[in-house]
């Protein structure tokens, strides 16, 4: 994924989820270039990120989420389509509850990655460049050659990366937490050469592929 059209795409989603700065905000799962984490910090926040190829540097700890320090109190934590790689979610989440101060808020950006069905795919495959090694070229690669239906392809994919559904995420967040927020929202458009969130959004309130981002804010109840 272009990780730059996706922060700055993500980034109002976000920031308008958070407290006001200066509080304290966790993000799981901020990758090798340290996702959320320097807008957050440029934007006056007391920022870390965890994730095992984070950035080095006092702002990231170098390890899964479960095992990093124990945060206390923190105003926020974000996990931008991380959870559903997770090997069991329900602790991760209970993690979170643990770390949240009270009303502190989880701001969570996931893929429905079930709802990842062939004619989405193929409009996504339909605007890749001719080639390229991003996940989606990965994906038009594998599926032509397993000459499989598309479904029976995706579902032995997920099962083989052990993908939970984001439709199990949202239940177990709303087991923890008060919701607050949730939508779906485009997904791909990051990773398109000429195709916008717009475009995207467009296919998806023409009914011609379907809204795979999930976006869910919820609170710690106080």
């Given amino acids: 994924m272009s990780s730059e059209r996706w922060l700055s795409a993500l980034w109002p989603v976000v920031s308008d989820a958070l407290p006001p700065a200066p509080a304290q905000v966790v993000e799981i799962g901020c990758g090798s270039l340290g996702g959320f984490v320097p807008l957050l910090l440029a934007a006056g926040y007391d920022a870390v990120g965890v994730d095992p190829h984070a950035p080095e540097g006092d702002e990231y700890r170098r390890t899964e989420f479960e095992r990093a320090e124990r945060f206390d ?15 069991e979610p329900e602790d ?12 502190g808020r989880v701001v969570v950006v996931e893929w429905a990655w079930e709802d990842f069905d062939e004619p989405t ?8 460049a001719a080639e390229g090694a991003t996940w989606l070229h990965r994906h038009r690669e594998r599926w032509l050659a397993s000459g499989r239906p598309w479904v029976d392809y ?8 052990r993908l939970h559904e984001a439709s ?12 607050e927020h949730l939508a779906r929202q485009p997904y791909f458009f990051a990773d398109l050469p000429g195709t916008g969130e717009r475009e995207e959004q467009a296919a998806i309130d023409a009914g011609e592929i379907r809204a795979t981002r999930v976006d869910y804010v919820g609170r710690r109840a106080a």
């Avoid at 931008?80 to 790689?85: F, I, M, R």
């Avoid at 995706?154 to 990366?161: N, P, V």
Wanted: glycine content about 6%.
């Fill in 92 to 103: 991760v989440l209970g993690r979170i509850e643990d770390t949240l101060g009270p009303a």
């Fill in 154 to 161: 995706l579902q032995d994919w997920a099962r083989g990366e």
């Fill in 73 to 87: 109190d923190v105003s926020a934590v974000i996990a931008s389509a991380s959870l559903h790689h997770v090997d």
């Fill in 168 to 179: 199990k995420l949202v239940r177990l967040l709303d087991e923890r937490f008060e919701r």
């Fill in 121 to 128: 795919a193929r409009w996504c495959f339909e605007r890749l």
